[in-house]
């Protein structure tokens, strides 16, 4: 009989050599072995693909095709894993130290979607997130922030019961699903106070917040109404605009009191 791998470590890699060099080897120095690792290169013509032969026997396996973009990509790998859990660490991103995957294997049991810290780093700024830092998680939290990929471990049989990532979007079809899961199909959520994986915010998704938005407001309109949908967008216009709202800590607390106001509508609505 097969022994399947609690993680399947999926690294989705287009022409970044030295970011898939630098994720490799992060993966490489982890003292947890129970995972797969599976490389989705978008036929790269740097030298990423030298790269993946020269690693090969750390690499359960890996395929080079052109793709339609980097959701298109995500479902190749999470198609093509074995494990329990997915975990998405794209080129350029890496764990913290070579614990970070002993740290969070023990919470990977009875839940969906379990999560923990990251680090933003942008050139040499540096800043640690914990997300919602919260197993209760309402649609208000996702007004003002997302779960990053690079901080969940999710569920393979998750992404068969409803949809895998929405193809048609380029940059918020991680959140939109996020969204789906946890506030409408009211996925069983963890999180676990411990870093896990350093995040590149170099990419596209970090650097085109107009189109980012106007993918979440379709995707809120559709699924929960117009009138939700602008609620959205002027909420997300006042932090756009006036900035860092979670880092003050008056309009913090207001906030974090309407978050447990809509979370509890949110409840009883659905109960």
């Known amino acids: ?27 490489k120095q982890q003292n947890f072995i129970d995972y797969e690792l599976i490389i989705i290169d ?24 052109k793709d339609e973009g980097i959701y298109q990509a995500m479902n190749k790998g999470i198609h093509l894993a074995e494990g329990k859990y997915c975990y998405f660490l794209n080129s350029g991103d890496y764990f913290t130290d070579a614990n970070s995957l002993s740290r969070i294997s023990p919470f990977l049991k ?8 990251v680090i933003l780093e942008k050139g040499r700024s540096r800043k640690i997130t914990k997300g919602f830092a919260s197993d209760q998680i309402s649609l208000f939290d996702f007004y003002t922030g997302t779960l990053f990929h690079v901080s969940a471990f999710i569920l393979r049989d998750q992404f068969y ?22 506030i409408k199909n009211k996925c069983k959520v963890k999180y676990v106070n411990q870093l896990i994986a350093i995040y590149d915010l170099s990419g596209i998704s970090s650097s085109n917040y107009q189109l980012a938005q106007k993918e979440r407001e379709s995707f809120i309109e559709a699924n929960f109404g117009k009138c939700v949908k602008e609620d959205y967008n002027r909420f997300a216009e006042i932090n756009y605009k006036y900035g860092r709202l979670w880092e003050n800590k008056i309009t913090s607390k207001i906030l974090h009191y309407m978050n447990a106001i809509l979370w509890r509508i949110e409840y009883l609505f659905n109960k």
Do not use: A, H
């Open 1 to 27: 009989m097969k022994n399947f791998p609690l993680i399947s470590i999926i690294t989705i890699n287009l022409n970044n050599e030295k970011g898939l060099s630098k994720t490799i080897n992060s993966i």
């Open 42 to 65: 978008g036929d790269s013509n740097d030298l990423s693909k030298e790269i993946i032969k020269e690693n090969e026997r750390f690499i359960t396996l890996w395929i080079s095709e």
């Open 110 to 117: 009875e839940f969906e979607i379990i999560y923990g810290n």
């Open 161 to 182: 019961k409803d949809q895998f990532y929405d193809e048609s979007l380029k940059i918020s079809s991680d959140w939109t699903w996020f969204v789906k899961n946890i």
